[in-house]
Nanobody, 121 residues
Framework: QVQLVESGGGLVQAGGSLRLSCVAS????????MDWYRQAPGKQRELVAG???????NYADSVKGRFTMSREQGRNTVYLQMNSLKPEDTAVYYC???????????????WGQGTQVTVSS
């Protein structure tokens, strides 16, 4: 059974930094793509950053230049370095992984339990 476990959230003042980690564990836990999403109270979950199977990383416009996503070799650990944090970055951050399961492109999605990031003004 595959599990995604996030860590690194917390409370930080505006302008500060946090680093989130996400580890995929379990049998056949290597993911093809991995992403970070976030959900603020009363808002829809939104994509923050994602890494493709080829290693290309994309960011939401709202975090470009401030957040950096990275992935360890082996494809089961990702990080999100968040700098110059703003109060509007406050949300629960979720790790998402997608695993392609056959040549037709069928896939399975996995989600972590989320980690709270709170930025005070």
């Amino acid at each position: 059974q595959v599990q995604l476990v996030e860590s690194g959230g917390g409370l930080v003042q505006a302008g500060g930094s946090l680093r989130l980690s996400c580890v995929a564990s379990g049998r056949r836990s290597s993911m093809d793509t991995m992403d970070w999403y976030r959900q603020a109270p009363g808002k829809q979950r939104e994509l923050v950053a994602g890494v493709s199977s080829g290693g290309m990383i994309n960011y939401a416009d709202s975090v470009k230049g401030r957040f950096t996503m990275s992935r360890e070799q082996g494809r089961n650990t990702v990080y999100l370095q968040m700098n110059s944090l703003k109060p509007e970055d406050t949300a629960v951050y979720y790790c998402h992984g997608r695993k392609i399961v056959n040549v037709e492109g069928a896939y399975v999605d996995f989600w972590g339990q989320g980690t709270q990031v709170t930025v005070s003004s």
